[in-house]
């Protein structure tokens, strides 16, 4: 649905006037998502495999051959745990896995059970999933669009020689992030929102000195603003502590999807002020335009990744487990698929949490970050140009236009410091590195060791990214023709008047790219 509207006129006869335009559109569609949910039996405490009985084989499934899967209940899953007979477990039955802990439940982990009926729905799809312990849940995540934009002009005449304008646009999109779904499950708020809000504004001023010279000043701003971090609110909440997350190898290898989001994204805030000054003069046959523009930028970004991933699945630190740990009918299939998906279910079903890392962001000092308070950057450089430029009307038919434009960028810089540079230029080093390819040298101090200092205008007396050039003058010169033949052949071509011919060079000089 896109709807809109637009309003403008008079405020004051000849002198205020203004205008205002709304453009709406709101996009109401929904995407399948396939998740991977516990089935029935193991909601109930429970973990099946596939058996030896005649004809079963590794692709068996409760729905393809029912008889050739075996279901065991919380009673015979908790005698293959080696935490039933602590005394002879080959280490100690506690939950952190220390001795004198706390005692653990063998067999179904009783806070996953919960987990797994409080938070999964039942699963609606038996191809999915390995068709033993686990299958597809199938349901349709609101993958809604929302964009609304706003623009207003005023025009006001302080003379009749002084004009004075300034506009305003406002564009606020609500979306998803591409590639993830909007919910984990049915019921959820939306979890993984794309929040863009771009503002722009301006104000300027036209000064008419005499019909010959002519001065605009212009001062605004624009930001661009983008966030991606989830919104883990309601049910879509794991509790807890924020900065811990358990799904990034979530009961692995079982496949079963995640219960929650992944609380990683960034958020990016770019304001860019621009002051600008642009003068017209007319002189004889010569159209003078001089004048200059400043930015001085900031780039703002928060990058959220910084957490305690906990990953759970006893075969992400083992290849298997001791057959001993099997049930005694288990399929002996030439590859060993039966045995390898007991494994990973049972170990994953005890609640096992074998590896654990995290993601440190430091500061220049060398403190650590709050895990889940993410790293903040605040960048900040100004772009400089100036320039001067002549069109001189030589004939009626000729106009030579020539000028130069000077620039000058400088370096970003962090403005809390946290930043370092290399002690070797990357192209010194991936050209050694060529070299060494081409004549069989390799080895760890083939290449010059990398040592890291911090940099940038943050850092008193540190050096900068890079060196940044104050000699950025861009030449220009164009030419343009109007010829006038009025019969011939080159009268057929060009005409009398009827055509432009054009040549013009200069040199340009790219701006600085960041954020981009």
Known sequence: NQVGGNLGGPVKKDQLFFFFDDDDRRDAWQISVTAIV???????????????????????TLQSTPNCITILNPTQLAALDPCANPATAPGPCTITGNPGGAPVTPGFSPQLLALFNSRYPVANDLS????????????????????????????????????????????????????????????????????????????????????????????????????????????????GDPAVYAGLNWLYPTGITPPYARPTGDRTLIPEPTFRDDVNWQHGKHSFTFGGIFHPIKSRTLLTNNLIFTNQGGLLTLASLDPSLRPANILNDPNGIAASNWDGSFSAFLGLTPLQFSVFNYIKNGDIVPEGA????????????????????????????????????????????????????????????????????????????????????????????????????????????NPGFRSGFMGDVFGDRKTVLRLGASEIYDHTALSS
């Open 128 to 239: 999915a999933g390995d068709g033993i312990n686990t299958g597809g849940y199938i349901f349709n995540a609101p993958n809604p669009d929302t964009i609304n934009t706003y623009t207003t002009r005023v025009d006001y005449n302080l003379t009749s020689k002084q004009k004075l304008f300034t506009r305003f646009t406002f564009f606020n999109e609500h979306a998803i992030i591409p590639g993830f779904p909007s919910i984990q499950f049915p019921g959820d708020p939306i979890t993984n929102t794309a929040l863009g809000q771009d503002r722009s504004w301006v104000i300027g001023h036209t000064w008419i000195f005499s019909p010959t010279l002519v001065n605009q000043f212009t001062y605004g701003e624009s930001r661009y603003e983008f966030d991606t971090v989830p919104s883990l609110t309601g049910s879509a909440n794991p509790g």
């Open 38 to 60: 516990p089935l029935n039996h193991v909601r109930m405490g429970e973990s099946a495999y596939i058996n030896n009985n005649p004809g079963c084989t590794a692709q068996s």
């Open 374 to 481: 993410g790293a903040r950057r605040d960048y900040r450089y100004d772009e400089t140009e100036a320039y001067v430029q002549d069109s001189w009307k030589i004939r009626s038919d000729l106009t030579v236009t020539y000028g130069v434009r000077y620039g000058y960028d400088s370096v970003p810089y962090e403005v809390n410091g946290n930043e370092a540079t290399a002690n070797v230029q990357l192209g010194n080093l991936l050209a050694t590195r060529v070299q060494n390819g081409l004549s069989g040298i390799s080895g760890y101090d083939a290449t010059p060791l990398l040592t890291y200092s911090l940099a940038g205008n943050g850092n008193p007396n540190a050096p900068s990214l890079y060196g940044s050039s104050p000699y950025n003058f861009a030449p220009r010169v164009g030419i343009a023709w």
